[in-house]
């Protein structure tokens, strides 16, 4: 069973740039899927990002295409969410999630379909 924690939230300015972090530890990093997800306040989560087991295959929400990029390093158990051109709207508390699969170059969009989640970490974008 899989834990997760993410880090490298705070605040920025809006234009800025942030690089968030998941930490796995107790499973096969490399058996799980991983997605990044994002909650404001009064608002339901929603799908940022999401990863592949091999790293291979990755699919953005469109509000933050082409601003954050999403990568895992298998090696080192951890993932990682470079956000760039921060704007006021991506303030949230961002999760990232696991999913153990079978399908190694599946990329999965809806939070039912993961099964552990992290604690979250706040990103605060100022305008």
């Known amino acids: 069973q899989v834990q997760l924690v993410e880090s490298g939230g705070g605040l920025v300015q809006a234009g800025g740039s942030l690089r968030l972090s998941c930490a796995a530890s107790?499973?096969?990093?490399?058996?799980?899927?991983m997605g990044w997800f994002r909650q404001a306040p009064g608002k339901e989560r929603e799908f940022v990002t999401a990863?592949?087991?091999?790293?291979?295959?990755?699919d953005y929400a469109d509000s933050v295409k082409g601003r954050f990029t999403m990568s895992r390093d298998n090696a080192k158990n951890t993932m990682y969410l470079q956000m760039n051109s921060l704007k006021p709207e991506d303030t949230a508390l961002y999760y990232c999630?696991?999913?153990?699969?079978?399908?190694?170059?599946?990329?999965?969009?809806?939070?039912?379909?993961?099964?552990?989640w992290g604690q979250g970490t706040q990103v605060t974008v100022s305008s």
């Open positions: 999630a696991a999913r153990s699969t079978i399908f190694s170059a599946t990329v999965y969009h809806a939070s039912g379909q993961y099964g552990y």
């Open positions: 107790g499973g096969t990093f490399s058996s799980y899927a």
């Open positions: 990863i592949s087991r091999n790293g291979g295959s990755t």
